[in-house]
């Protein structure tokens, strides 16, 4: 189902819902009142029924929060619509600069020693050991040429499907977001191995009830040479 009366706002239905199209070449103001037109219009699309998801694509056109709010306002006063997500193509330079380092690779050589934190946004290289005591926080993945003795926090800011890899793989403690992995002390019985003599990687595995799991790779070299960082 299309709607095509209104010169600045497309409503369409798809399996998952609504979409709304709005147009990015007037002003926001004239946007707005037509998208308040539109619903009053098609206010059958919503009455007598359940509740509707809706995704509002806003093409080429910035949308600051307050905009943002005003549009899902003006859609929540139907009483049956859940905005899903309000998307833009266009983003500020300042959320353009927080993308580019999330996405970046840092690469960092030096022994990250008891008692240091190295912390970085987005990926981390590290040429050296990680020590005991030595802790390494990154948003996205942890790569250690070296051996990984210390603590080593992966997906800082939520993002499970981080990984952390090294050279050798005996860490004290492992985070990636919120699932976490101790290294037992010597006098408890160790179920669960994170030894690897030669390169390996944890991750997050399980869906319920999750846990850091270990597996040996022969691929952590061919991989670091594929990336680009800084």
Known sequence: MTNNNGNYVTIKGTKEGLTIVLNDQCSFHELLEELKKKIEREQRLFENGPQVEVRVDAGNRYLSKSHEEEITEVLNKTGSVRVHE?????????????????????????????????????????????????????????????????????????????????????PKQISISDTYFYAPEKHEKQEQKPAIEGPGYAYVTGEEYKAIAFEETKMLGHYLRSVSYT
Request: net charge negative.
């Open 86 to 170: 309000v998307h833009s193509n266009v983003m500020t330079k300042g959320e353009a600069q927080e993308v580019i380092e999330k996405a970046t690779v840092t690469s960092v050589t030096q022994i990250v020693r008891s008692g240091q934190v190295l912390r970085k946004t987005g990926d981390i290289l590290i040429i050296g050991d990680v020590n005991p005591g030595g802790v390494v926080e990154a948003t996205g993945n942890i790569y250690v040429i070296g051996a990984l003795k210390g603590i080593a926090r992966a997906g800082t800011e939520g993002e499970s499907h981080a990984v952390v890899c090294a050279s050798v793989m005996i």
